[in-house]
């Protein structure tokens, strides 16, 4: 009897949650494992992202929203970069309020993304490889540093190249990133965090064994050198969605 109280309420409570706002679904890459994908929407920070960017689903076709770094506005909101929470807990809100830096994210439109496709982005994990502060993109260098140590982290590889976290031995050298692609439509995704060494990013082969493979480990390394397997080209919809199981 409890039990079938307990689902009831559960059931009473599926119109209310806001699940469309962040799209997640469970999707099988062909034989490998399942990965998660997740529109990319902005946390509800006005102060911190200005009113046209927080809260808002990132779109790669909107530069007004989403513009390019301008290194003569200096770091302010709105100046090409946002946080993102990944994995969302289906809540913008509780989202936006979560400290944990390991479920943070920085997006930076780079400064010549104006192509309007997922590689005009990037999404940088927000613990630094270091000792575990929270780096920030500075669009007047266009370097992603860390105010802690003085690690400084290029872009788009994420390579360190400044600071303490440059001197660690490969691959602890790097941020890890998240894979991004966009749909027909322009609205931007990001796929979970591959961890398996055997595979390197959905649908594609492995070509660098041993070393930190896909996105990287968060607050540890990533190998720089498979930057190209994070951002994928634009296509009709973010990649495997056809072979889509399971939408939550
Ligand atoms: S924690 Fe980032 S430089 Fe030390």
Redesign the pocket.
Known sequence: MKALVMVSAIVAMIPFVPWGSFLSSTVTAGAQLPTLIQAVVIDDNPTEYGSAAAGQAVNVNNLTDFPTPDASLGDVPGNGHWVFTYPTSGSLSLDTENPNTFQKFELIRLPNGTNKQASDFVAFSKV??????S?DFNPLNNLFQ??????EYEIPDGLAIH???SLQAFPTNAIPMLTLQADSDGNLYVFAMNYDPALSAPGKPVTVPNDIEANGELGYGRDYNSYYKFILPNSQTPANTAEESTTV
């Open positions: 630094c490889v270091h000792l575990w502060c780096p860390c105010p802690c140590h003085g690690s600071g303490p976290a």
